[in-house]
């Protein structure tokens, strides 16, 4: 299968494509911008007057009930792969023994969607979800949505079943104006997929970053719709560290736990929540970082900010899976392609990840002064040590709080087993029962 460059126009000829970093560039012109938003204040102020009877409500939720309600999968550990990125793929995720993966369809590309069963069907015995990718016209035209989406529908079915509709609706770039034209379009695939494909699952809505007002109002509306799980683009890079916070008191964990409060609330959705795309930006990578230099790291920060994001997810107990926004990309991904295939750090990183985590139930997540502390437990107990910031002797921490380093094996980031005379640090380490 040869390399494909993705459709220049794949949301819209207002929407250009950056075949660079994989998204839509920012829209040039701004009559027309101005013109769309006007069109949508009613919708706008629906999300904002939504926002402010929901979320005090949502907030007083989280903070009163605490329960956690799901263990860890190994398909809790699943990666975004890319036609255009080629059959290298297949070789890789088998290497790093990943079962779930993610591919993107363009609904502009419905001219190449063989091509894309296909690629699909490379990937023997993966448990896949399809992001299908609106484009501007297919959000114009609902007739044209009905026809194509039955189409979609009836070349990935039964080999796949989990369907996410739409991405990033709170971008105009990726096409969406308002929540209300994106309910609208949500609609449409859901009439579609009851009058003909009952088995498949619908996720959205596919709000990216830490902005729930436009979660509350996909969540909570008059619209005929729900969500059979909901889908998320949790990204915390603009804050750096997983662990830094927003607002003071969101980290990572309690972004993910404030998410789930808000779809345990709403009559729109199951309580399946997914975090369909994360990711951070490595530095000195322009063109193809998909954000400004300020917010890219080095790349031994983006194997490190990878792994303790996932154990954050892991430790709150209620994401059913995270999927590493991508394999191969890169300004962001786990494997750079710009001299051949180079894997970076990380993605040895999410090898050993997935290799020592997958099928783990939580014991205790556990904050010691700048130490983090994951305790699980699958066929071993695992305990997993890591800081923000400010380092601390292993040796001293296992005397000060009790942990017994007889009989485990101290395995670094990469997993390689080292001595207990080191320190902890921002890299975490596995104590792993012998």
Same mark, same amino acid.
């Given at each position: 299968? @040869?390399?494909q460059?993705?459709?220049?126009?794949?949301?819209?000829? %207002?929407?250009?494509?950056?075949?660079?970093?994989?998204?839509?560039?920012?829209?040039?012109? +701004?009559? #027309?911008?101005?013109?769309? %938003?006007?069109?949508?204040? %009613?919708?706008h102020?629906?999300?904002?007057l939504?926002?402010?009877?929901?979320?005090?409500?949502?907030?007083?939720?989280?903070?009163?009930?605490?329960?956690?309600?799901?263990?860890?999968?190994?398909?809790?550990?699943?990666?975004?792969?890319?036609?255009?990125?080629?059959?290298?793929?297949? $070789?890789?995720?088998?290497?790093?023994?990943?079962?779930?993966?993610?591919?993107?369809?363009?609904?502009a590309?419905?001219?190449?969607?063989?091509?894309?069963?296909?690629?699909?069907?490379?990937?023997?015995?993966?448990?896949?979800?399809?992001?299908?990718?609106?484009?501007?016209?297919?959000?114009e035209?609902?007739?044209?949505?009905r026809?194509?989406?039955?189409?979609?529908?009836?070349?990935?079915f039964?080999?796949?079943?989990?369907?996410?509709?739409?991405?990033?609706?709170?971008?105009?770039?990726?096409?969406?104006?308002?929540?209300?034209?994106?309910?609208?379009?949500f609609?449409?695939?859901?009439?579609?997929?009851?009058?003909?494909?009952?088995?498949?699952?619908?996720?959205?809505?596919?709000?990216i970053?830490?902005?729930?007002?436009?979660?509350?109002?996909?969540?909570?509306n008059?619209?005929?719709?729900?969500?059979?799980?909901?889908? @998320?683009?949790?990204?915390?890079?603009?804050?750096?560290?997983? $662990?830094n916070?927003?607002?003071?008191?969101?980290?990572?964990?309690?972004?993910?736990?404030?998410?789930?409060?808000?779809?345990?609330?709403?009559?729109?959705?199951?309580?399946?929540?997914?975090?369909?795309?994360?990711?951070?930006?490595? $530095?000195?990578?322009?063109?193809?970082?998909?954000t400004?230099?300020?917010e890219?790291?080095?790349?031994?920060?983006?194997?490190?900010?990878?792994? +303790?994001?996932?154990?954050?997810?892991?430790?709150?107990?209620?994401?059913?899976?995270?999927?590493?926004?991508?394999?191969?990309?890169?300004? #962001?991904?786990?494997?750079?392609?710009?001299?051949?295939?180079?894997? +970076?750090?990380a993605?040895y990183?999410?090898?050993?990840?997935?290799?020592?985590?997958?099928?783990?139930?939580?014991? @205790?997540?556990?904050?010691?002064?700048?130490? #983090?502390?994951?305790?699980?437990?699958?066929s071993?107990?695992?305990?997993?040590?890591?800081?923000?910031?400010?380092?601390?002797?292993?040796?001293? #921490? @296992?005397?000060?709080?009790?942990?017994?380093?007889?009989?485990?094996?101290?395995?670094d980031?990469?997993?390689?087993?080292?001595?207990?005379?080191?320190?902890?640090?921002?890299?975490?380490?596995?104590?792993?029962? +012998?």
């Amino acid at each position: 299968m @040869a390399k494909q460059k993705i459709n220049k126009f794949v949301i819209g000829e %207002k929407h250009p494509w950056d075949e660079y970093s994989d998204q839509p560039s920012i829209i040039r012109d +701004r009559r #027309y911008k101005t013109s769309m %938003k006007r069109q949508h204040v %009613k919708a706008h102020f629906l999300t904002f007057l939504t926002s402010c009877i929901i979320f005090p409500i949502a907030l007083l939720a989280w903070l009163l009930n605490r329960k956690k309600v799901r263990a860890c999968s190994k398909s809790f550990f699943s990666l975004c792969v890319n036609l255009d990125k080629g059959e290298a793929q297949y $070789e890789l995720v088998e290497e790093l023994g990943c079962n779930s993966i993610q591919v993107r369809f363009f609904l502009a590309d419905m001219h190449r969607l063989e091509e894309y069963c296909q690629f699909l069907k490379g990937f023997k015995g993966k448990e896949v979800l399809l992001v299908v990718v609106q484009s501007r016209e297919h959000i114009e035209d609902s007739e044209r949505l009905r026809v194509d989406i039955q189409r979609v529908f009836e070349a990935f079915f039964p080999f796949v079943q989990k369907f996410q509709i739409g991405t990033t609706i709170n971008r105009s770039k990726w096409g969406f104006f308002s929540v209300d034209e994106y309910l609208r379009f949500f609609k449409v695939a859901q009439s579609v997929r009851d009058h003909h494909f009952s088995g498949l699952s619908l996720l959205g809505p596919s709000v990216i970053d830490f902005e729930y007002p436009y979660v509350l109002r996909a969540l909570f509306n008059l619209f005929p719709v729900r969500f059979d799980m909901v889908a @998320a683009l949790l990204y915390v890079d603009r804050r750096g560290a997983p $662990e830094n916070t927003q607002l003071y008191l969101f980290d990572t964990y309690n972004k993910i736990g404030f998410l789930h409060s808000i779809i345990r609330l709403s009559p729109k959705s199951s309580d399946r929540l997914l975090l369909t795309e994360t990711n951070w930006p490595l $530095e000195n990578t322009a063109p193809w970082a998909p954000t400004s230099e300020t917010e890219c790291v080095s790349e031994f920060e983006y194997a490190n900010y990878m792994l +303790r994001y996932y154990l954050q997810a892991i430790a709150s107990c209620r994401v059913e899976a995270v999927y590493w926004h991508q394999l191969i990309a890169n300004g #962001y991904g786990l494997v750079d392609s710009r001299e051949g295939l180079r894997k +970076r750090e990380a993605f040895y990183v999410y090898r050993t990840m997935l290799e020592l985590l997958g099928d783990v139930e939580v014991q @205790a997540y556990l904050e010691h002064g700048n130490v #983090y502390h994951l305790d699980c437990q699958n066929s071993k107990n695992i305990v997993v040590l890591w800081c923000n910031g400010k380092e601390e002797s292993l040796q001293t #921490y @296992a005397e000060r709080y009790q942990l017994s380093l007889d009989n485990r094996k101290i395995i670094d980031k990469t997993g390689h087993e080292i001595g207990n005379k080191i320190m902890i640090s921002d890299s975490p380490i596995y104590l792993v029962e +012998r």
